[in-house]
């Protein structure tokens, strides 16, 4: 079975761009839950959404936006990159909405220059 | 007290040492604690997760002592291996707020052959 699968790997933004992340939860998996992962320190809670709605938002501003397809995908967009915006992003899904039996995907690296 | 503050930064252990990684929360609605290992490149994989009505749980060689009254909870790695050197992050998780995880700042364990 296909783990949680992110895409780009790797990408490189210049300052005040915009950029789309993407994420294909677990098949069955219903909840999608973006983190990001500053170099050195744990994953910060971004957002969570289940059935295409959005279940929960962390401590980030709203160049931060987030949403669901009725596939259960997700795309994570950033607008006007700051250089504190590089970090790996990171992506779980899970059955349920919550935090319980996460399965992260390998992140995406996004270098702000 | 959203926070979980973690201990050791770092470790380093010889092979068939015990390995042990400290955490420590202040929020007592937490009711979902799970460890989580990450090596470079990957993303965090779940490995073992204690709820509070519990105060020890063990799965191979890895154990979580959980403490209530001082709101702190550990992990041991018995017979520690070099395929063990990661990073390892605690977290928690409160039911009314389940959709995210609060983790800690990491612990990067080394394994010496």
């Known amino acids: 079975d296909a783990g949680v699968t992110q895409s780009p790997t790797h990408l490189i933004k210049t300052r005040g761009q915009q950029v789309t992340l993407r994420c294909s939860p677990i098949s069955g998996h219903k909840s999608v839950s973006w983190y990001q992962q500053v170099l050195g320190q744990g994953p910060q809670f971004i957002f969570q959404y289940y059935e295409k709605e959005e279940r929960g938002r962390g401590n980030f501003p709203d160049r931060f936006s987030a949403r669901q397809f009725p596939n259960y995908s997700s795309e994570l967009n950033v607008n006007a990159l700051l250089l504190g915006d590089s970090a790996l992003y990171l992506c779980a899904s899970s059955l349920w909405t919550g935090s319980y039996g996460y399965t992260f995907g390998s992140g995406t690296r996004l270098t702000v220059v | 007290q959203q926070q979980v503050k973690q201990s050791p930064q770092s470790l380093i252990v010889q092979k068939g040492g015990i390995s042990i990684i400290n955490c420590a929360y202040e929020?007592?609605?937490?009711?979902?604690f799970p460890w989580y290992q990450q090596f470079p490149g990957k993303g965090p994989a779940l490995l073992i997760a204690i709820r509070p009505d519990v105060s020890e749980k063990k799965e191979g060689r890895f154990t979580i002592s959980f403490n209530k009254s001082a709101k702190q909870f550990s992990l041991h790695i018995m017979d520690s291996q070099p395929g063990d050197s990661a990073t390892y992050f605690c977290?928690?998780?409160?039911?009314?707020?389940?959709?995210?995880?609060?983790f800690g700042s990491g612990t990067r364990l080394l394994v010496r052959p």
């Open positions: 929020n007592t609605a937490f009711d979902y």
């Open positions: 977290a928690a998780s409160r039911e009314d707020s389940s959709y995210k995880l609060i």
